[in-house]
């Protein structure tokens, strides 16, 4: 509405045009660029992007101004690959069947089979 103010979290506010972009902003922004190539974002995903835009350009600040800048570069890593959906490992569907029955095997109690001929085998 005309005459009101817009607030916006710091870092989040839009880019205003001729602000020169970081060589870390533009490297981010090249890296969401590709992940949307892939597949279009979703709305969370949309929100990650900008969180990962404000990171790059806290990042460059903090390096300018000497700042430890690690706890953001891990957060920034991290939220990247979330936004590309990058997985922590293979889930056990992926494993081959016989792998999948070994493991199985493995987590089930130890059974003892009784001696043939023999009904009255203790079984564990």
Known sequence: MPGETVSYLPGMEPV????VESDEEKAVIAAIAQIEEAKPLTGAQIALKSMCIALARNISAGNAKGRAIANEV???????????????????DDLPPEVRNLLNALSSAPRIDPAPGRDDAPQL
Do not use: F, W
């Open 74 to 92: 891990a957060t920034l890593a991290a939220t990247l690959a979330t936004l590309e959906g990058v997985d922590d490992g293979p889930s056990a």
């Open 16 to 19: 205003r045009p001729g602000l």
